[in-house]
């Protein structure tokens, strides 16, 4: 593993010259050092994944799916999804929708396995699908926290600053959606004000919320202006990536169709994923919960290709179990890690990428968040997912983003891509010259192998206290909390945006202007 | 998974019959109720170990190892193993031995894959090998703490406490050695004093330490005291284990070797562990500590076989980093992941049941206690081991051992056997019944296949925290650390000893007694 002490992935690695500079380099000099983490890069996974059922298990469960998909199938709430559906030979009765094992396959079978995901700074392009693996900042959530400030609702200058965070985070890989929902910024316009500091505060690939083809639309020139291509390679190119899910059981919501319709149809990426709680709006049971995911999963992979055969799809995995005490939904549990891992099973067998995430329960940044996490990671990793979701802040089942969490999952992230190092075997490493040398009862600290290689031997974590007990509590016993804290404050002091042609944010300014001016898009309220 | 309310495996569960009772299971009945957890049994793994390296590269690092041992050699120091290995036709000069390869891979073939491990309770017994997995409390660590007291040099009451802990949660399976040193008690009769506490306080499996062949002797005889067993069954019947370090780089102490030559002539187990700190005592390169590790393993193992063939024996992986900025040990990190799994690779190579640990570095019970602990059982349990070390309890990269951080270890291991758990695929697990049943827009809450079965469907933890955050926050906030004293706090209350008959009983304490009034063993103070 290298580590680089200095390296942020900036623009200055991209492609793209002139872009606007700020002072705040020349300021940082002063003031907080950039705390080291090692550079950006995308880790692979270099072992099989587990394979946590049989192959005649798998089976099963496939064989399943296209049943349920057959004899019960699923509702599709958009008409022109249920007309594509009716011209491909499926069976539709109102909103109900039964298809074929032979046709569902026959359109799955037209996703590719993998593609390249396009950011606006072309050095964070991101490989989606084989080994490689890349992790989303957390999304969606309505509240957030940090250690000074407490639990509030989210708002324009916390989403600003988780963005910045995402941003100078090289373990963050892309935009999982909104880190916190802005809620300061009207519904009829926030995507337009949101994905706009998406793309001027960051420069890592962007996703867009299916919440009606408009907003669709607006994300999509939104970033084919920062991007600077033509429509015809944008649809190329795929540039942003939209998170659909099945409202389960067994049903797609208008608006989800609607993104699919949308972005499939422009080459862009889609993630289909179910949502089946165990318990709730799935079987109680494991296996029925993936029988359940992996139909909805097909019908979706399967309605994308029906709208542009080859279009970029993601098999997402999201099966987790609720607390039967209380029906609440419970993640990073054991249920969630083998979930996890045969979801990985079911995508590879539909031959399509793979997306899992990185969730908790927990409402403090305790020992219980940090478990949850680095076994929804283990269930994730091992499991094969090429997309981690809310890979970095995610708290509270979803429901808060935490600037320490972020922080402190990065550090998790890292570890995670340095475990999946390879470790090397060569005569150097083997280092049989340097045992001889030192030999029994000696020590290695001396030893010229050790002097030639200790700077970058070993993964030094940002968050993790290593000192001894003593030196540790004269400090002020700091817990990993205190350390995120300071951790946060750093990255946000040296936070400097990316650099953006003056002209490419002028014409996105006007964009924005205009599609405000013209109301956005309309709402229910 | 199955869960039990009330089923702590006690010694009812066991052959013998006619111990003796408190008082303290009526009192129970009016004070704190024994918390949930799930039975006793042991988790198995249900899927290969990961490859971390590839065959050839496995191959290359026992080639290496068996080059260390031909051509550098290991220091021995006691003078009848250097005559056991003269005698084998090793090169033995001065201290120092040479085993050429042949001779290596003829002792270790000998080892034996798994053997039974016999408790003092029948029903503690354990399979050590395959693809069954045990998991010790903390061992060995110099200070104690819980939230009320702080920090403290290990003593006598704090043991008691801590091995009545282990007795009571279901996730440790054996004892690793003394959960806490008892300083206050002199170390002459030390080994008397807390190996009757553990075989009074408890009834699972025996760990003796291996500081003279005295205490070996000892400890044996009152594992047999206790086991009511005549010397011969018990030659029979591995009743205890000792972990034999080797002092890296390659050097077998006086006191190990001992304790091999006791104990494996006696045909009770041996856990060889190399102390392969890569940078410190073995090489600062991954590969590089693991071929020493693996030479200083295979030489202990093959050591035990020559001292009677077929010994039951465990190969020990303990490879971690240090800090290269302080040099002190670092646990939990991507190296020790890594490093946990191939030496799996190297001990199913060498055709023996392999061990490693759950550790961490942590000063507090924090994010980071869970988060290294959480790697280190990824790289543990995904890496085949058998064994795991200080499986709760353990701080400070072994220096500390804590109430709080044990109970919440264990629910990590319940969580990792839970994790291991089969799914079970059939058609009533698909529930495509029930799936038809509720339809597209219903849930499952209500369905009969849900009610059947919710209330054993899922794994349930008994420190995380669930709730939603307006009643947590309502609750006082309670962190996992609070959580934990609570119920280390109710786990002590409802402790009570397992029975054990009258006259075994008295013939501990004759035994005991005896070998006090005899002075104990020699020492050095």
Same mark, same amino acid.
């Given at each position: 593993?290298?580590?680089?002490?200095?390296?942020?992935?900036?623009?200055?690695?991209?492609?793209?010259?002139?872009?606007?500079?700020?002072?705040?380099?020349?300021?940082? $000099?002063?003031?907080? $050092?950039?705390?080291?983490?090692?550079?950006?890069?995308?880790?692979?996974?270099?072992?099989?994944?587990?394979?946590?059922?049989?192959?005649?298990?798998?089976?099963?469960?496939?064989?399943?799916?296209?049943?349920?998909?057959?004899?019960?199938?699923?509702?599709?709430?958009?008409?022109? $999804?249920?007309?594509?559906?009716?011209?491909?030979?499926?069976?539709?009765?109102?909103?109900?929708?039964?298809?074929?094992?032979?046709?569902?396959?026959?359109?799955?079978?037209?996703?590719?396995?993998?593609?390249?995901?396009?950011?606006?700074?072309?050095?964070?392009?991101?490989?989606?699908?084989?080994?490689?693996?890349?992790?989303?900042?957390?999304?969606?959530?309505?509240?957030?926290?940090?250690?000074?400030?407490?639990?509030?609702?989210?708002?324009?200058?916390?989403?600003?600053?988780?963005?910045?965070?995402?941003?100078?985070?090289? $373990?963050?890989?892309?935009?999982?959606?909104?880190?916190?929902?802005?809620?300061?910024?009207?519904?009829?316009?926030?995507?337009?004000?949101?994905?706009?500091?998406?793309?001027?505060?960051?420069?890592?690939?962007?996703?867009?919320?299916?919440?009606?083809?408009?907003?669709?639309?607006?994300?999509?020139?939104?970033?084919?202006?920062?991007?600077?291509?033509?429509?015809?390679?944008?649809?190329?190119?795929?540039?942003?990536?939209? !998170?659909?899910?099945?409202?389960?059981?067994?049903?797609?919501?208008?608006?989800?169709?609607?993104?699919?319709?949308?972005?499939?149809?422009?080459?862009?990426?889609?993630?289909?994923?179910?949502?089946?709680?165990?318990?709730?709006?799935?079987?109680?049971?494991?296996?029925?919960?993936?029988?359940?995911?992996?139909?909805?999963?097909?019908?979706?992979?399967?309605?994308?290709?029906?709208?542009?055969?080859?279009?970029?799809?993601?098999?997402?995995?999201?099966?987790?179990?609720?607390?039967?005490?209380?029906?609440?939904?419970?993640?990073?549990?054991?249920?969630?890690?083998?979930?996890?891992?045969?979801?990985?099973?079911?995508?590879?067998?539909?031959?399509?990428?793979?997306?899992?995430?990185?969730?908790?329960?927990?409402?403090?940044?305790?020992?219980?968040?940090?478990?949850?996490?680095?076994?929804?990671?283990?269930?994730?990793?091992?499991?094969?997912?090429?997309?981690?979701?809310?890979?970095?802040?995610?708290?509270?089942?979803?429901?808060?983003?935490?600037?320490?969490?972020? !922080?402190?999952?990065?550090?998790?992230?890292?570890?995670?891509?340095?475990?999946?190092?390879?470790?090397?075997?060569?005569?150097?490493?083997?280092?049989?010259?340097?045992?001889?040398?030192?030999?029994?009862?000696?020590?290695?600290?001396?030893?010229?192998?050790?002097?030639?290689?200790?700077?970058?031997?070993?993964?030094?974590?940002?968050?993790?206290?290593?000192?001894?007990?003593?030196?540790?509590?004269?400090?002020?016993?700091?817990?990993?909390?205190?350390?995120?804290?300071?951790?946060?404050?750093?990255?946000?002091?040296?936070?400097?945006?990316?650099?953006?042609?003056?002209?490419?944010?002028?014409?996105?300014?006007?964009?924005?202007?205009?599609?405000?001016?013209?109301?956005?898009?309309?709402?229910?309220?």
């Amino acid at each position: 593993m290298t580590t680089d002490e200095t390296a942020t992935a900036g623009p200055a690695a991209g492609g793209r010259t002139d872009r606007r500079r700020t002072g705040r380099r020349r300021q940082r $000099a002063a003031g907080a $050092a950039a705390p080291s983490q090692p550079a950006w890069r995308q880790p692979r996974r270099r072992f099989a994944p587990v394979r946590a059922v049989s192959d005649d298990e798998l089976e099963e469960l496939h064989r399943g799916a296209l049943r349920v998909l057959a004899e019960i199938g699923m509702d599709f709430l958009h008409p022109r $999804a249920r007309q594509l559906w009716a011209d491909a030979g499926a069976e539709v009765e109102g909103e109900r929708v039964r298809v074929d094992p032979a046709l569902v396959t026959a359109l799955v079978s037209q996703a590719p396995d993998r593609f390249t995901l396009h950011a606006p700074n072309s050095a964070h392009d991101l490989e989606i699908g084989g080994d490689a693996i890349a992790f989303t900042a957390v999304a969606s959530a309505p509240y957030v926290s940090d250690e000074a400030g407490g639990r509030r609702q989210g708002n324009e200058r916390d989403f600003a600053d988780l963005v910045r965070l995402s941003q100078q985070l090289n $373990a963050v890989h892309l935009h999982g959606g909104y880190p916190v929902e802005p809620v300061d910024l009207h519904a009829s316009v926030r995507h337009l004000h949101a994905t706009r500091m998406l793309l001027t505060l960051s420069d890592k690939v962007l996703h867009a919320y299916s919440l009606g083809a408009q907003r669709n639309r607006d994300c999509l020139e939104m970033v084919r202006i920062v991007r600077q291509v033509d429509h015809e390679t944008l649809d190329q190119q795929p540039s942003i990536h939209t !998170v659909i899910n099945a409202s389960s059981p067994l049903r797609y919501d208008h608006p989800m169709l609607a993104g699919i319709l949308e972005y499939s149809s422009r080459n862009q990426a889609v993630i289909v994923t179910p949502f089946t709680l165990a318990g709730a709006m799935a079987p109680v049971t494991l296996a029925g919960a993936l029988v359940q995911q992996h139909a909805e999963a097909l019908a979706g992979i399967a309605f994308t290709q029906l709208v542009r055969a080859g279009a970029p799809v993601v098999y997402g995995g999201f099966t987790s179990n609720v607390d039967m005490q209380s029906g609440s939904p419970a993640f990073g549990t054991p249920e969630f890690m083998k979930a996890a891992m045969i979801g990985g099973q079911l995508a590879r067998r539909a031959g399509v990428a793979y997306r899992s995430s990185n969730v908790c329960t927990a409402n403090a940044v305790d020992a219980q968040a940090a478990y949850e996490s680095v076994f929804s990671l283990w269930g994730a990793v091992m499991g094969g997912a090429n997309v981690v979701l809310h890979g970095a802040g995610w708290m509270e089942g979803g429901l808060r983003a935490s600037f320490e969490k972020m !922080v402190i999952d990065a550090d998790l992230l890292q570890m995670v891509a340095a475990f999946l190092d390879p470790v090397v075997v060569d005569d150097a490493a083997m280092a049989i010259d340097a045992i001889a040398q030192v030999g029994p009862g000696g020590h290695f600290f001396g030893a010229q192998h050790t002097q030639d290689r200790f700077r970058d031997a070993f993964f030094r974590p940002a968050i993790s206290d290593w000192r001894n007990f003593e030196t540790w509590d004269e400090a002020g016993g700091p817990t990993a909390v205190d350390h995120a804290r300071r951790r946060v404050r750093a990255l946000l002091d040296d936070y400097e945006p990316p650099r953006l042609d003056p002209a490419v944010a002028e014409e996105l300014d006007e964009f924005v202007s205009r599609r405000v001016a013209e109301g956005g898009v309309a709402t229910d309220f």
